[in-house]
């Protein structure tokens, strides 16, 4: 008897735990618009930086599903494109690399690398990144604002007053039940 009261006491706690330490999968999408303005005239060959500040709101970050900085285990992205159709006579060809960055103001923070394409060799207004399967965002998602941080390395200058770029993110969020 003694036996199979501690069986039952054991599969009680397991299940407990079990049910705590339980997470669900959730998808999310973010879309950002950048813009960088040009007072010297034109822009350099070379990298030039595209920031987008994103305030962070969990609660429509997930339709149907409020949630809390605190319900957050990682948020991963699985896809990330950018389109750059908002300039004038202005394509991918124009571009050699492109890298996206997260930073945040908490400098216990560590600024993310997350997506690179190099070198890009398409045509046309939107392309597709390499995404890290490594990279976890989760510590950003955490904060009340972050920075997005595009770098678009021009082949030769150009005489732009700005340039806008868009960026399109699929996140996979691990989200504590």
């Given amino acids: 008897m003694r036996i199979l009261s501690g069986l039952i006491l054991l599969v009680v706690a397991g299940s407990f735990l079990a049910s705590c330490g339980s997470t669900s999968q959730e998808t999310a999408t973010l879309e950002l618009s950048t813009k960088v303005d040009n007072d010297m005239g034109m822009f350099f060959e070379g990298p030039n930086t595209f920031q987008a ?9 997930i339709e149907g599903k409020e949630i809390t900085a605190a319900d957050i285990k990682s948020i991963k992205v699985s896809s990330a494109t950018i389109n750059v159709s908002k300039n004038d006579s202005l394509d991918l060809t124009s571009f050699n690399s492109a890298a996206l960055q997260l930073m945040s103001n908490n400098e216990d923070i560590e600024m993310t690398s997350f997506a690179v394409l190099n070198p890009i060799e398409q045509e046309g207004d939107e392309v597709a990144l390499n995404v890290s399967t ?9 904060e009340d604002v972050m920075t997005f941080v595009l770098d678009l390395d021009l082949k030769e200058e150009n005489y732009f007053e700005s340039m806008m770029c868009d960026i399109k993110l699929e996140l996979n969020l691990e989200i504590k039940n």
Avoid: I, M, P, T
């Fill in 134 to 142: 490594e990279a976890d965002l989760a510590a950003f998602f955490k």
């Fill in 53 to 61: 500040q994103y305030n962070v709101d969990l609660v429509s970050l």
